[in-house]
């Protein structure tokens, strides 16, 4: 997901941080956010959350007739992740252009490359882990060949890199340019990223070939998320705060509501929608600034660091969990419980997968 989150080292390829200040009531630059890399692990939680709920949801075949417990249970537990993504671009944005904004395409180039590396190698995973299973609908060298373009059908919930990449692109252009710098090339690679959707279709057409979809862009809503977010977490100290209890409340009710458009108007609500837009916005603006004790930084900083790991590996743990814990017909006690128990494993699994990948150096190959 979105990459570090301290202020000088939030993405991939930014160097590390320095020491925070405490004394210092408006913290440096150089001051590293705990309260993002507290936001960037509950972000984390909150996906693995969601594709639980979402689990549990299909499990149902998406309707309460057809497992009470089990739809509803999954629905609460969708609609509660789903600050998640929203939030994930507000840290990207804050990185790009506040917290390690780039200074010119070298940087950006070796950033990318520390998402795209490990991107390559999930998706050679998940089509391997695929074929072990006996799960996928067409022979794998095609799936392969359609993933370069951007398909996410060797895993879903790598759509978000797709969108991610670009995002960043996009306003690290904005910031190179308005720092005085010419980056055509990246100029030009956003332009292909444009064009290339309609091209591909062109030619479908013109040569009656099936040519992949082309997946890699981003919808306005997701700059919308990045540049809104940038603005509230570099926003001072005291900002948000004092209304913190009044936020959190209110996204609160706004939970409730997500649950009834899910379950009344459509399912999977569209992250672009208005009530995901408030909850979102309410927990980013409980959480700002929140204070983390000393004694919890560290740890805090080591799970926020292995987050991305965890994102890329986590949809494999839910995958066998959930195909040998979760059936429609499940009982409300044992649908409740299984819907913690499952995402407390595994986010557990995932983050302890993560960690001891980091510990053989091998992060900047598989997150």
Known sequence: MTMRSSATSPAPGAPA??????????????????????????????????????????????????????????????SAGRFA???????AGWVVLTGAPVKDGRQLRRRIGRIV???????????????????HDGPLRDLAADALFGSVRPAYHLWYLYAYIPVIMLLAFAALVRAGRRPWGLGAALLVLAGA?????????????????????????QVIYAVLGALVLAAPAGAFGRLRLWWAAGAGV???????????????????????????????????????PGRLRPALTRLSDASFGAYLVHVLVLGVLTEWFVSPDLAWPAALA??????????????????????????????
Request: charge should be positive; hydrophobic fraction near 50%; glycine fraction near 10%.
């Open 338 to 367: 299984l819907v913690a128990g499952v995402t407390a494993a595994t986010t557990a699994l995932s983050f302890g997968a993560a960690l001891l990948w980091a510990r053989l150096g091998l992060t900047r190959v598989l997150g």
């Open 17 to 78: 941080p320095g020491p925070a200040a405490p004394a210092d009531p408006a913290p440096s630059p150089r001051e590293r956010r705990y309260d993002i890399d507290l936001i960037r692990l509950l972000c984390s939680v909150g996906v693995i959350l969601c594709h639980t709920g979402s689990a549990f949801v299909n499990a149902a075949g998406r309707t309460p007739a057809d497992g009470p417990a089990t739809y509803w249970a999954g629905l609460a537990a969708d």
């Open 197 to 221: 959707p309609t091209l591909f279709g062109d030619l479908g057409k013109v040569t009656d070939l099936d040519l992949p979809r082309f997946g890699w862009g981003f919808g306005p809503y």
């Open 254 to 292: 706004l939970l409730t509501a997500i649950v009834a458009y899910q379950h009344e108007v459509h399912y999977a609500i569209p992250y672009a929608s208005v009530l995901v837009a408030l909850f979102s916005g309410g927990v980013l603006l409980a959480l700002h600034r929140a204070g983390v």
């Open 117 to 135: 590396l490990p991107l390559a190698v999930w998706t050679a995973l998940y089509l391997a882990w695929g074929r072990l299973r006996g799960a």
């Open 85 to 91: 993504v929203p939030l994930f671009f507000a840290i």
